[in-house]
Nanobody, 115 residues
Framework: QVQLVESGGGVVQAGGSLRLSCAAS????????MGWYRQAPGKQRELVAT???????IYADSVKGRFTISRDNAKNTVYLQMNGLKPEDTAVYYC?????????WGKGALVTVSS
């Protein structure tokens, strides 16, 4: 059974930092491209960042220079370091692992940035 479990969400003031973690089980983690998405109230889910099995990263323009995605294959965990947080970063953040016919998703972690 595949599980993606996010942790590290919370409430932070604008300009602050948070680190999200996503622990994966039930998959050969090192072979998967992993990603972080987010969904703000009333908006569609959007890509935040992805990291390939080889460590190549892609970021949404809105988070470039502020967020960093990384992975630890020994711990089956992907991270999202978020610095310089803004109120518009407020959202539920989801961990994602795409496979041939679909996607695995975590249940999400709420990040609230107060102004």
């Amino acid at each position: 059974q595949v599980q993606l479990v996010e942790s590290g969400g919370g409430v932070v003031q604008a300009g602050g930092s948070l680190r999200l973690s996503c622990a994966a089980s039930g998959i050969i983690f090192s072979s998967y491209r992993m990603g972080w998405y987010r969904q703000a109230p009333g908006k569609q889910r959007e890509l935040v960042a992805t990291i390939t099995s080889g460590g190549r990263t892609i970021y949404a323009d809105s988070v470039k220079g502020r967020f960093t995605i990384s992975r630890d294959n020994a711990k089956n965990t992907v991270y999202l370091q978020m610095n310089g947080l803004k109120p518009e970063d407020t959202a539920v953040y989801y961990c994602n692992a795409p496979y041939l016919n679909g996607d695995y998703w975590g249940k999400g972690a709420l990040v609230t940035v107060s102004s």
